[in-house]
């Protein structure tokens, strides 16, 4: 399995967290597992770190690089450049 590891600073997270439920969907259908995990920084819990489960390491690339997803994180209010790694669980 591969996973996606993203972190960025949102300007509220009440308001990412209903844009990044919604669009769950979305990441099924573009190969994501569904087995998904968000964390806060407890200093900043406007800083968002993400862990998803997905396919295969082209289908998370693919997502990734989709620009529907950098419109919804606009619009979330995502507001530092992501993060990203790809990961595999050995």
């Given at each position: 399995?591969i996973?996606?590891?993203v972190?960025?600073?949102?300007?509220?997270?009440?308001?990412?967290?209903?844009?990044?439920?919604?669009?769950?969907?979305?990441?099924?259908?573009?190969?994501?597992?569904?087995?998904?995990?968000?964390?806060?920084?407890?200093?900043?819990?406007?800083?968002?770190?993400?862990?998803?489960?997905?396919?295969?390491?082209?289908?998370?690339?693919?997502?990734?690089?989709?620009p529907?997803?950098?419109?919804?994180?606009?619009?979330?209010?995502?507001?530092?450049?992501?993060?990203?790694?790809?990961?595999?669980?050995?």
């Amino acid at each position: 399995m591969i996973f996606i590891n993203v972190r960025h600073k949102v300007a509220d997270f009440t308001k990412w967290r209903h844009y990044f439920d919604a669009d769950l969907a979305r990441r099924k259908d573009s190969g994501a597992t569904g087995i998904e995990y968000v964390y806060r920084d407890l200093e900043d819990t406007n800083t968002v770190t993400i862990i998803m489960q997905w396919e295969n390491l082209e289908k998370a690339r693919m997502f990734v690089q989709d620009p529907k997803l950098v419109e919804i994180m606009k619009n979330a209010g995502v507001m530092s450049e992501p993060e990203v790694r790809f990961l595999r669980y050995d």
